[in-house]
């Protein structure tokens, strides 16, 4: 295997795949790599790819076994936390009403069932609330403020939320304390209440500005014991086991797309270890509804239980992600999955009906010269705009901003690409008077302005993120070793799986196969929409590769074509587990002719 190659020349001389994509060699050091094997006394292959993502050796360890112990830092480093914790450790010890005030997606969920959970075992009364999308859009409202104090709340903790309420915030002044937990960009300072814990505040100097919501609320959490246990309130029983709370941090910073290294890396890993465990009764339910056997992956959170646990939020009731998570009851998990579940497949419908106006919409504007997509339609739904703006981002590789129009209004939601920072754009067009809201972070954002006003937003956007229009039109695939099929054995797909987790910011490395021959393909799958194909090397060897959501495209033309020719196929080499025993297979993401 092959891990170097000249980084200005396409690999294999790839400069545009089947899918318009050029191949390039991943930057790294690789001698690096070697001295990493060295020191760590795992295989060289471990070592270069940890050298490719620029992992030194002082570090090098963590990362293959990472750690809370060694990697969780003081939750004091957080400004307000010890002004946070000691207001939740004097709730818990009096016994206060809470209201947890959290968000509708996936973050919201896990941040509020997290602290909703922890509070309750703590002797608190907690009443959590979701606000509904479309009625109440994102963010505290004041009518829903003076309700939860109406139902007797002293304290109203926002998660995932809550930055830029200062306005709001101003109504209930003096009839409830307010802390923030939260990780979105501040346009200024914090809003006037008792506690802002953000890492992402401008004033405070954690460096812990990659955590989810959850991820501060689980900061949170270790803040509060510590102050309980200060002031003796647990005497000789019993504390609350935080790590149990780890598969809600995993879940909520994968869906949220953290990057995967630090004290992230932690999160995940632990927390994968506990949802295996299947001791929640909400995840072990959706687990079971969605098919999900043997222990979840990093994959398993982004691709399965994370847009299930958001279908409620987007198209149906917006706490029915909270309530699944909050139970305990597994009768009650089963139903609320089996929900979910529904609602999950009601949203690909409802998102199958609007892309394909928006990417012909999106193609003509990139025709047309502007550097971001900007979309909108009448018939819309506001719940699954960021989805089909992640699509478009996807299939043209610019930042994509998509919006439901609805009497006068355009609410919208935009992904972007890495290197573009479409939360500034957005904030700095609130700030212009552009938008009527606005805020987000790097990669997502969402907004909300009037329709008239839509030419003049994507004129701000194509003038903010100018710099997109010399994107080429796919991304460059980015790949790091080069194997033949003979060499792709069980044991070399086992070291590979040591990096994992593998998301946002540890990619799972992107290996070529060239020259392989396909022996035999066909679809599979309920809906016939994955290729599977047993291929051989020119050397020897045969392996099972695999195509998923496959369509109908040129990828899936070439292997299934009876004189497809010797190709090249880029993907990814896994340890697949079945009936008890380990094999290698191959995961597609892209085709080239050899």
Same mark, same amino acid.
């Given at each position: 295997m092959t891990l170097d190659g000249p980084l200005s020349a396409p690999v294999l001389g790839v400069s545009r795949s089947l899918s318009n994509r050029r191949w390039r060699w991943r930057a790294g050091e690789g001698r690096a790599g070697l001295g990493i094997a060295e020191r760590l006394q795992v295989p060289e292959i471990v070592g270069r790819l940890l050298a490719q993502r620029g992992i030194g050796l002082e570090s090098a360890a963590d990362y293959l076994e990472p750690t809370l112990r060694s990697l969780l830092p003081d939750p004091a480093v957080l400004r307000d936390m010890d002004r946070a914790a000691a207001r939740l450790a004097e709730a818990a010890a009096a016994g206060e009403t809470v209201a947890v005030f959290g968000d509708y997606d996936v973050d919201g969920a896990c941040g509020g069932a997290l602290l909703t959970g922890l509070l309750r075992s703590l002797g608190c009364t907690v009443l959590p609330y979701v606000p509904d999308r479309l009625s109440e859009g994102y963010g505290p409202n004041l009518p829903a403020l003076r309700g939860l104090i109406e139902r007797g709340a002293t304290l109203i903790v926002c998660v995932d939320c809550g930055t830029a309420a200062g306005a709001v915030f101003q109504g209930v002044a003096g009839e409830a304390d307010v802390v923030v937990l939260d990780h979105h960009k501040a346009?200024?300072?914090?809003?006037?209440?008792? &506690?802002?814990?953000?890492?992402?505040? %401008?004033?405070?100097?954690?460096? @812990?500005?990659? #955590?989810?919501?959850?991820? $501060?609320?689980? +900061?949170?959490? $270790?803040? #509060?014991?510590?102050?309980?246990?200060?002031?003796?309130? /647990?005497?000789?029983? %019993?504390? %609350?086991?935080?790590?149990? #709370?780890?598969? @809600?941090?995993? @879940?909520?910073?994968?869906?949220?797309?953290?990057?995967?290294?630090?004290?992230?890396?932690? /999160? $995940?890993?632990?927390?994968?270890?506990? +949802? &295996?465990?299947?001791?929640?009764?909400?995840?072990?339910?959706? @687990?079971?509804?969605?098919? $999900?056997?043997?222990?979840?992956?990093?994959?398993? #959170?982004?691709?399965v239980l994370g847009p299930r646990i958001n279908a409620g939020g987007r198209i149906s009731e917006a706490d029915l992600g909270l309530r699944l998570l909050l139970s305990d009851d597994p009768a009650e998990a089963r139903g609320l999955a089996s929900t979910l579940d529904a609602v999950n497949r009601q949203r690909q419908a409802v998102e199958a009906t609007m892309l394909e106006a928006a990417l012909e919409a999106a193609g003509e504007q990139l025709a047309a010269g502007h550097a971001a997509v900007l979309v909108a339609g009448a018939e819309w739904h506001p719940g699954v705009v960021g989805i089909v703006a992640g699509r478009i981002k996807e299939q043209f590789n610019r930042p994509a901003c998509v919006a439901a129009l609805a009497d006068g209004i355009a609410r919208g939601s935009g992904r972007s690409v890495a290197g573009l920072d479409l939360g500034a754009a957005v904030i700095a067009a609130r700030a212009g008077g552009v938008l009527l809201?606005?805020?987000?972070?790097? +990669?997502?954002?969402?907004?909300?302005?009037?329709?008239?006003?839509?030419? =003049?937003?994507?004129?701000?956007l194509d003038a903010h993120l100018a710099s997109a229009a010399d994107l080429p039109p796919a991304a460059d695939l980015l790949v790091e070793g080069a194997v033949a099929v003979l060499g792709c054995t069980t044991e070399l797909a086992q070291q590979i799986g040591r990096l994992a987790p593998f998301g946002n910011g540890n990619e799972e490395p992107t290996l070529v196969l060239p020259r392989v021959r396909v022996m035999r393909a066909d679809?599979?799958?309920? =809906?016939?929409?994955?290729?599977?194909?047993?291929?051989?090397?020119?050397?020897g060897g045969r392996l099972k590769a695999m195509l998923f959501r496959a369509g109908e495209g040129a990828l899936a033309e070439a292997l299934l074509r009876s004189d497809r020719g010797l190709l090249h196929l880029a993907g990814h080499l896994r340890a697949e587990q079945w009936n008890g025993t380990s094999a290698a297979g191959f995961v597609i993401t892209d085709v080239a002719k050899a």
């Open positions: 346009e200024g300072p914090p809003p006037e209440i008792l &506690a802002t814990v953000n890492p992402n505040r %401008p004033d405070c100097a954690s460096g @812990l500005g990659a #955590l989810c919501a959850t991820g $501060v609320a689980f +900061m949170v959490a $270790v803040g #509060l014991l510590r102050e309980l246990r200060r002031g003796g309130h /647990f005497g000789g029983d %019993p504390e %609350p086991d935080l790590f149990a #709370l780890l598969d @809600l941090v995993a @879940l909520a910073t994968v869906c949220d797309v953290m990057p995967l290294a630090g004290l992230n890396r932690a /999160f $995940v890993t632990q927390g994968l270890k506990v +949802m &295996a465990r299947r001791e929640r009764p909400g995840i072990a339910a959706l @687990l079971e509804v969605a098919q $999900v056997s043997g222990s979840p992956s990093a994959g398993t #959170l982004g691709f809201t606005g805020g987000g972070h790097a +990669m997502a954002a969402g907004f909300s302005l009037p329709q008239t006003k839509l030419a =003049e937003f994507h004129a701000f679809r599979v799958g309920r =809906e016939r929409n994955a290729i599977r194909a047993f291929v051989e090397g020119e050397g």
